[in-house]
């Protein structure tokens, strides 16, 4: 079953590939709609991949791209969890911080590049600044939610049990919300992702969004459209590979899957 779902899925790729190029070629050959330079093609792209996979770009481009966001989304997690903590445990801040942070959460990650530039230059800390603005008060209303989401009779048999204040977070309430705050971080991570490529693009240096740039400033289409696809692989790795699969085996674990 898993070998013709396999099957499956390669040929779903090769049709995409195959509809893409007669997209291209019906584009600028057929119907003249534009010109062979503005439309990416999967031979440009291929072609594209071999030259910065060549010349080391694509591989420092990653390397730098994953350092800046997993520096920005483990500063996310702790200021996360902890506004997060803050908000349940305060009926005051649960009224009036709770739906300031809603409202945060909604502006779009590049609201925060003008911040990030007078505050921090053209640096490194600028765009962990934004990774950070754009996925900690997605953590900490998926803390807060997993907190609220534990069955009260956990709470009450634990206290029963003799369990102190000091462990009944990290004994009881965490790991029974866990699975609500893998979710939480899931999203968060999309978020911090796309909030890293806004903050590239304004930084001259190494990085994914940086190298998309390039592409744009050359008129390089299919340089431009190689890093779109290597942003969607990471993304799609990360979420199967690491988020997905530890939500899974928290739910079969739980019995709920």
């Known amino acids: 079953m898993n070998t013709r779902k396999a099957i499956g899925s390669v040929l779903f790729l090769i049709g995409l590939i195959v509809a893409w190029q007669l997209l291209y070629v019906a ?3 057929w119907f003249e709609w534009a010109k062979p330079y503005a439309v990416p093609h999967p031979s440009g792209v291929i072609d594209s991949v071999q030259a910065l996979l060549a010349n080391g770009t694509l591989f420092a481009a990653v390397g730098k791209s994953m350092l800046r966001v997993l520096t920005g989304f483990v500063i996310s997690l702790v200021v996360g ?10 009926e005051y801040f649960a009224r009036n911080l709770k739906p300031l942070l809603l409202g945060i959460q909604t502006l779009p990650s590049i609201c925060w590049v003008p911040f990030a530039i007078l505050w921090f230059g053209l640096s490194e800390s600028a765009i962990i600044f934004v990774v950070v603005m754009g996925s900690v008060f997605s953590i900490s209303l998926a803390v807060e939610s997993g907190i609220k989401e534990v069955p009260p009779i956990y709470i009450k048999a634990a206290k029963t049990m003799g369990v102190t204040p000091a462990h009944m977070y990290t004994k009881v309430i ?3 919300a866990l699975p609500s705050f893998v979710a939480g971080m899931k999203q968060a991570w999309s978020f911090a992702w796309r ?24 008129a390089d289409i299919n340089q ?11 993304g799609i790795v990360i979420d199967k590979g690491i988020f997905s ?13």
Do not use: H
């Open 81 to 90: 969890v902890l506004f997060g903590i803050v908000i349940i445990q305060s």
């Open 27 to 29: 584009a600028t050959d």
């Open 224 to 234: 431009v459209m190689t890093v779109m696809l290597v942003i969607i692989l990471i």
């Open 174 to 176: 965490f790991p029974a």
């Open 195 to 218: 909030a890293l490529m806004s903050g590239e693009v304004m930084s001259a240096s190494v990085g994914l969004g940086y190298t998309l740039m390039i592409g744009r400033d050359l």
């Open 245 to 257: 699969s530890v939500e899974n085996y928290l739910l079969k674990k739980r019995g709920l899957k």
